[in-house]
């Protein structure tokens, strides 16, 4: 074969060059190439501009480090290419011989080939780890045909979308997809090419296995060749939307009752306030006593009638009525087109049924309700508010003693609940003290605080443990302390109820001694109220002679032997003189 | 210098080494390096050990071999023994396994092993497993560590074409699927290599290829193209033609790497015996075997050319050259030993594929014969 048929064969070879997938393997065909075509005896592959050079491959060096040192140094046996003017990187031959002008240009095109072939292996890495980018998004990201909807291209989400592979989707159309968005795809594409900043439109898709769910959709216009077109990026906004919607309603409705809120009871009072659903009737109701329950048996037990009470007006109104609760224990109902005498007939059922409620409850629910009516539009409905308030006030001060009475029922059933005491403790104790009281000449509303102190002098005894209070052995020095709070906690109890203020002090002092040693405040002598004094002997005579979960009830000869053992040290010795007498008197 | 060279043919192992170490010996007295080359009907470790009990401390490369060469002739049953004594020569050896598990970097190893000895320059012998996989890896792994001032001589091991297993060795021991290697400095080796065929038809390209398999020439399937350069042959009379037509890989200087083919697969890809790389441009060759006797002829007289007193002859000659000629590879050692003279010491081997060099780079060789001369 002549010389020149030689040299056809290597670039023939040279342009056989692969396009390989690792930048390893390039550099073995480099090698494999240069030194069976050229004889080359070194060589080096170095990538990145200047500042960052990277040797990607070497071969006959024996060390990396020599590669920096020899490629710097000249020789006419040495060919150095500056691939892609040295911004891609360097290639370096090294052969035996002089380098002749034939090897030079065989070396320049070998280098040139070279250059093509990293230059492609570097934007195919480029291309993968953009690609890998695109494929970890979780939004459907498409490239689109602005020309007429065809796919050019989509990352995996949006083949997953379509449930199909990106072979087929490339054959679809935007049209093939079932989205409010593509319905209206041409003037879609009409605001895009108006928009510099791009286009963010919401809508729906519908899967092929029929799941629709909100979407959002960014579309930019872009030039992608010659061709005009879309990208899209969709994103599934099924979670944005359940949040909103989730916040909607907490804005809009009350936490604990599920019921509407004061923001929205506002807010439809303004709407209907301009509507024609004229007559509208407002109801409002007040929960008595709710005070009392968070302070005696605890918030718990207080949200617990709250949310009850939402339960049954829930119930009792229309879609179109607004149920809420504008304040703690405040409720109002708006009623479109509801009139006087309808809104009437409804505050009767809500009556009705709460009594009906109460008859298998624990709890006792008392509501002061008030309505008003607004019967023609451009009527301020803020002012028929004002008067079912009013009204409810009204509805409160009407049922005067009835406030009274739930609270004691409450208190009674709280203490009940307790269970600390053998039941008729407290009927005998307003027995006892009544007489005592009679035979002491008190006056009829001493008597009167006397039975009231009577039944809830141990009101305190609510914000004890009940582990303590029901334990059948002895107590610790540490419950005894416990047990000791409790004359002060019914004081701070009965300070919160209007009613039993005059008898908090009395509360208060029901454990003091006549000797001064007794508790919370350590008073002496007639320092004690004289109520309290009776009730303290009354309430001690009744224990001893009641069974306890530890003892025995003692014989009322030897309780009263005890009370005169105790006179002048814990109790008043002329009172339990007098005390003496009644029991004889009276028992015998 | 002084150069030894012992043969015998005996047939018990351990006879055979020591008789023939015993000889080399007696004319070089104690060696610095010994070359040992076995045939495969003998148990290697025991004539390993025999060699060993005569050549003392000397350091000894060897493999086992399809035919020892001799001046008389090819012993396909024998034990050959080479042995160099010189105080100014350095010799480092290596045996490295595994050579098909990474090819480059098992190479890589071994050069770094001999490179540990210090010597900087002189003569690599490379005597790996004729079947390992990729050898060209090996030899290109074995100069990335070595650098470019050594010269590389050597051949494949076989197993009088069994291909079932084959033997290298060096003072260490005997082992298989290796690479066994020895860097001697102290000798000046002027090498010749050739072949003798010659490219015929069209340049073709190995559009898809694997190893030792390849699967497409010119994107279509191998046999059918290579079929196609013969005028249209069956698979049966393959190993024939294949045989007589190798394919050539363009190589520096106008030179042709060789590449055999062995058999052909079912779904019509080619077995070569050696690796042929992908994306590589090829030619159909052929050869008379008038013009490889010449070629013989050529490289022997290229090896001597200028020495005016040789010390030592090695020929790596391959075995499928030795089947291709029948008897009139006599002829061929005749006329190499015509050019080499008859005072020299001489000892060869047929090989399973030839290490040497174009333009100073090593290469693996099919097909070629490869002459060293020192001094």
């Not at chain 1, 659903?277 to 918030?299: A, C, E, Q, W």
């Not at chain 1, 409790?486 to 109820?497: D, K, M, N, T």
């Not at chain 2, 012998?125 to 990335?144: C, E, H, Q, R």
């Not at chain 2, 249209?232 to 033609?241: A, L, Q, R, T, V």
Request: net charge neutral; glycine share 8%; aromatic share 8%.
């Amino acid at each position: 074969m002549s010389f020149d048929t030689s040299e056809l064969l290597i670039l023939y070879d040279i342009f056989s060059f692969s396009f390989p997938a690792r930048e390893k393997d390039l550099v073995r065909e480099i090698i494999e190439k240069s030194t069976r075509m050229f004889g080359v005896r070194r060589l080096a592959l170095i990538t990145g501009d200047r500042e960052h050079r990277k040797c990607l491959g070497y071969w006959g060096f024996q060390r990396k480090h020599d590669v920096w040192e020899e490629i710097e140094k000249e020789g006419d046996n040495r060919f150095l290419y500056n691939l892609r003017n040295g911004k891609l990187g360097l290639l370096y031959l090294e052969q035996v011989n002089p380098l002749s002008s034939r090897d030079r240009r065989l070396y320049t095109i070998f280098a040139r080939r070279v250059e093509e072939v990293l230059n492609e292996l570097k934007r195919t890495e480029e291309l993968k780890r953009f690609r890998s980018l695109m494929e970890q998004i979780n939004d459907a990201i498409f490239l689109i045909d602005a020309k007429n909807g065809k796919f050019f291209d989509a990352n995996q989400t949006a083949c997953k979308w379509l449930s199909c592979n990106r072979n087929k989707l490339v054959k679809m159309n935007v049209l093939d997809i079932q989205s409010d968005i593509t319905k209206s795809w041409k003037q879609i594409i009409r605001k895009v090419r108006g928009a510099e900043e791009g286009l963010i439109v919401e809508g729906w898709y519908r899967r092929k296995n029929g799941r629709k769910f909100p979407v959002s959709v960014s579309l930019r216009l872009t030039e992608f060749g010659e061709e005009e077109c879309i990208v899209a990026v969709a994103r599934d906004i099924t979670e944005q939307k359940q949040a909103e919607k989730q916040i909607k309603y907490l804005s809009f409705h009350d936490k604990l009752t599920g019921l509407y809120n004061r923001t929205y009871f506002e807010e439809e009072m303004h709407r209907l306030e301009k509507s024609r659903s004229f007559p509208v009737s407002i109801i409002v109701g007040d929960l008595d006593g709710l005070k009392i329950i968070n302070d005696t048996l605890g918030h718990y037990r207080g949200d617990e009638l709250l949310r009850r009470f939402a339960r049954i007006i829930r119930d009792q109104f229309r879609s179109s009525d607004v149920v809420a609760r504008i304040g703690g224990d405040e409720f109002a109902i708006i009623l479109p087109q509801t009139s006087r005498q309808t809104v009437e007939e409804v505050i009767f059922r809500i009556r009705r049924v709460i009594e009906e409620n109460n008859a298998h409850e624990q709890l006792p629910l008392s509501i002061s309700l008030g309505t008003a009516t607004a019967e023609n539009p451009g009527q301020s409905l803020w002012e028929t508010f004002k008067e079912a308030d009013n009204r409810m006030y009204r509805d409160k001060l009407a049922r005067g003693t009835d406030p009274l009475r739930a609270t004691v029922r409450v208190l009674k059933l709280a203490l009940a609940e307790k269970d600390y005491l053998a039941s008729g403790h407290t009927e005998r104790l307003k027995k006892m003290t009544r007489l005592m009281g009679e035979a002491l000449g008190l006056s009829s509303a001493e008597l009167s605080d006397l039975s009231l102190l009577a039944e809830i002098h141990d009101i305190g005894k609510l914000g004890v443990p009940d582990y303590i209070l029901c334990k059948p052995s002895a107590l610790s020095e540490k419950e005894k302390e416990e047990i000791k709070k409790h004359p002060e906690i019914g004081y701070r109890i009965a300070c919160s109820i209007p009613v039993l203020v005059p008898i908090a002090e009395l509360i208060r002092q029901h454990h003091e001694w006549w000797n001064g040693e007794g508790y919370p405040q350590g008073l002496r002598g007639e320092e004690v109220n004289l109520l309290s004094r009776i009730l303290a002997i009354a309430d001690a005579y009744d224990a001893m002679t009641s069974d306890r979960p530890y003892r025995k009830a003692l014989s009322k000869e030897k309780a009263l032997a005890e009370l005169r053992r105790c006179e002048g040290i814990q109790f008043d010795p002329t009172l339990v003189g007098v005390f003496e007498k009644i029991i004889l008197e009276q028992y015998e | 210098m002084l150069v030894g060279i012992g043969y015998n043919q005996k047939g018990d192992s351990v006879l055979a080494g020591r008789l023939a170490a015993e000889q080399a010996v007696e004319q070089s007295g104690e060696p610095a390096i010994t070359f040992l080359l076995t045939t495969e009907n003998y148990a290697q470790e025991l004539v390993l050990q025999a060699v060993k009990g005569v050549i003392g401390k000397s350091k000894l490369v060897g493999l086992c071999t399809p035919g020892i060469i001799t001046r008389d002739g090819v012993l396909e049953k024998g034990v050959g023994v080479c042995t160099i004594s010189d105080s100014e020569m350095q010799v480092a050896t290596c045996l490295q396994g595994d050579v098909n598990l990474s090819s480059w970097e098992i190479g890589e190893e071994a050069g770094r092993k001999l490179r540990a000895s210090g010597i900087d320059s002189g003569t690599v012998f490379v005597f790996p497993d004729g079947f390992a996989t990729n050898i060209s890896d090996l030899i290109k792994g074995m100069y990335n560590a070595l650098g470019p001032n050594f010269t590389y001589i050597g051949g494949g091991s076989g197993d009088n074409l069994k291909f079932f297993k084959t033997y290298q060795f060096t003072e260490q021991g005997v082992s298989s699927n290796a690479l066994a290697a020895t860097l001697v400095k102290g000798i000046s080796f002027q090498i010749g290599i050739g072949h003798g065929w010659k490219p015929v038809g069209q340049p073709m390209v190995i559009t898809k290829a694997s190893g030792k398999k390849v699967y497409e020439i010119n994107g279509r399937p191998a046999f059918e193209v290579y079929s196609e350069c013969l005028g249209g042959i069956d698979k049966e009379s393959f190993p024939c033609y294949g045989m007589k037509y190798p394919l050539g890989i363009p190589a520096v200087g106008g030179n042709f790497l060789i590449r055999d083919p062995l058999k052909v697969e079912e779904d019509n890809s080619i077995v070569f015996v050696t690796e042929v790389p992908q994306n590589t441009v090829v030619t159909l060759m052929e050869g008379t075997v008038e013009n490889l006797i010449t070629t013989a002829r050529e490289v022997a007289s290229i090896a001597v050319s200028g020495l005016a007193s040789p010390g030592i002859t090695f020929i790596f000659d391959c075995v499928s050259r030795y089947l291709l000629m029948g008897k009139e590879f006599e002829q061929e050692l005749k006329e190499v030993m015509n050019v080499i003279g008859p005072d020299v010491p001489m000892i060869g081997m047929l090989s399973f594929g030839e290490v040497g060099t174009f333009s100073g780079i090593p290469f693996f060789h099919n097909k070629t014969i490869i002459i060293a001369v020192g001094r």
